[in-house]
């Protein structure tokens, strides 16, 4: 990989680095040797222009709104794939052959059912409590359950927690909400494919019959694929940050689950509903509140819009926005927090502020008004992004595991105090 060298004058030194070079052609210096030849670290905070490793898993070319996983775009699997066989890909390199995907489906409709004593731990939960603590909260306590699969370096207890959190996530998530609204947990029906089982656990009841819809279901199936995985973003890389300590995998994932709950990450697909909410109840013009997201006491930002990698368009926002305005007719729903989202993305695009900055409508823009037409409350978004997420922060840790690495651990440099000494309390100011 590194066959040419970079060369760097520092002081009174100079020293060769070797580049690497990616299968896209995109190159990075190594400068893993630097501070042992030089006494230098890199200085690079939110780490905008740090590669933590190489990767076989999501090429993104931001520049170019490029999105591949495993080589494939991400267009032709929205288009033909289905999720499960995104998350097979992911975590396994390849399409599955039909034994295979028999296999893995089977597999995994056979772990959906989580252990009755959950029941008891969700009951020790506030009804209000936010769907995405409480997802993070039962995938870490897999962990005390399952003790027999916790090894990271065993393939085969590797495999069953990869199928039973693949199986379980969408039961965990869907249980969240039964307890948040007081109605009772439905159990898996492993008849349903993963979507439609999904479906099942959060709209079903006891009392009635329930059809899944298929407009619905085809539009969370391909939000799902559309989520699956996006390289080293801030959950992904907090899975393997936390990975490579070789805590289990149940800990790693309720980690990235937490990470992924932030508003600035996965938490801006509710934030975006509640801002569109916010502008219709307060009466607000779309101009007028772009013109509040350029304050700079950056309280307000336009939510859905901007993303570290993307400078031009996000790929999946654009698959997104066309599957949206498809459910919004087939299910005949007149809404008008999407008209809002639609002229505030019109004005945002064509505003110096935006354009200098290069902000584009991202992935959470458009997916929360999906989400909202189907029904979901609010307060589930994040959790269902978590679920499309899984596949990608699994193939992420086996894929940590499987290379050689070393366990995470930035430096720094100290910018606090020095040579003080210890004084007693009496005689502090
Ligand atoms: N609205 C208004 N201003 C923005 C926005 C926004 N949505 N996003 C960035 N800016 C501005 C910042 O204030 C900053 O301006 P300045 O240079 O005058 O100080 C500049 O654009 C750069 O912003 P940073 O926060 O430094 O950019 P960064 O790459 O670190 O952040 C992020 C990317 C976190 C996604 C940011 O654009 C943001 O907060 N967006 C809104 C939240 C959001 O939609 N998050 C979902 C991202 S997609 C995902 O995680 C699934």
Redesign the pocket.
């Known amino acids: 990989m590194a066959d040419k060298t970079a060369q760097l004058r520092l002081d009174d030194q100079t020293i060769e680095l070797p580049i690497v070079v990616g299968s896209e052609g995109e190159r990075a210096v190594d400068i893993t040797s630097l501070r042992s030849k030089t006494g230098y670290i890199t200085m690079d905070p ?1 780490y ?1 222009n740090t590669g933590s490793c190489t990767s076989r898993i999501t090429f993104v070319d931001g520049e170019n709104g490029v999105l591949h996983y495993r080589g494939i775009p991400i267009d032709d699997l929205a288009d033909k794939g289905s999720f499960l066989e995104t998350a097979y890909l992911l975590i396994y390199g390849k399409l599955p052959n039909k034994d295979q995907f028999n296999y893995f489906t089977e597999s995994i409709s056979r772990h959906t059912m989580l252990h009755e004593d959950f029941k008891a731990f969700y009951g020790a939960l506030p009804k209000d409590a936010h769907p995405m603590a409480a997802c993070s909260a039962v995938v870490g306590a897999l962990a005390t359950f399952y003790p027999d699969s916790l090894d990271p370096r065993d393939p085969r207890q590797v495999e069953i927690s990869v199928h039973r959190l693949l199986a379980k996530l969408p039961t965990i998530a869907a249980y969240a909400y039964k307890h948040s609204i007081g109605q009772p947990f439905m159990y898996p029906d492993n008849r349903l494919d993963y979507v439609g089982n999904f479906l099942h656990l959060m709209f079903a009841t006891p009392c009635e019959d329930f059809e899944v819809d298929p407009v619905v279901k085809k539009a969370i199936d391909l939000l799902l694929i559309l989520h699956a995985d ?1 390289e080293q ?2 959950s992904a890389s907090t899975v393997r940050l936390v990975g490579s300590s070789h805590v289990n995998l149940f800990a790693a994932i309720a980690a990235g689950i937490n990470a992924l709950w932030g ?4 938490g ?1 697909n509710q ?2 509903i509640e801002m569109l909410a916010a502008i219709r109840d307060e009466g607000l013009t779309a101009s007028e509140f772009v013109e509040r ?2 304050s ?1 006491d ?1 309280t307000s ?8 990698v993307y400078k031009n368009f ?1 790929p999946r926002m654009t698959i997104i926005k066309k599957a949206c305005f498809d459910v919004l007719e087939k299910l005949g729903v007149q809404n008008k927090l999407v008209e809002i989202a639609v002229e505030l993305e019109e004005i945002a695009l064509k505003d110096d ?2 354009v200098e ?1 290069k ?1 584009y409508p ?4 458009y997916s929360g008004v999906i989400y909202n037409a189907i029904g979901t409350p609010m307060n589930m978004f994040t959790a269902m ?1 978590a679920i499309g997420r899984l596949p990608g922060w699994i193939a992420q840790w086996v894929e940590m595991h499987q290379d050689k690495h070393k366990i995470y651990r930035p430096r720094q440099i100290y910018v606090g105090e020095t040579g003080r000494r210890y004084v007693d309390i009496a005689e502090r100011d």
């Open positions: 939110g905008a996006h973003n801030c508003s600035r990450h996965g801006a934030e975006v997201a350029k700079s950056d930002r336009l939510m859905g819009f901007g993303h570290r996000d502020y935006f900055r902000l991202n992935v959470d823009f992004f």
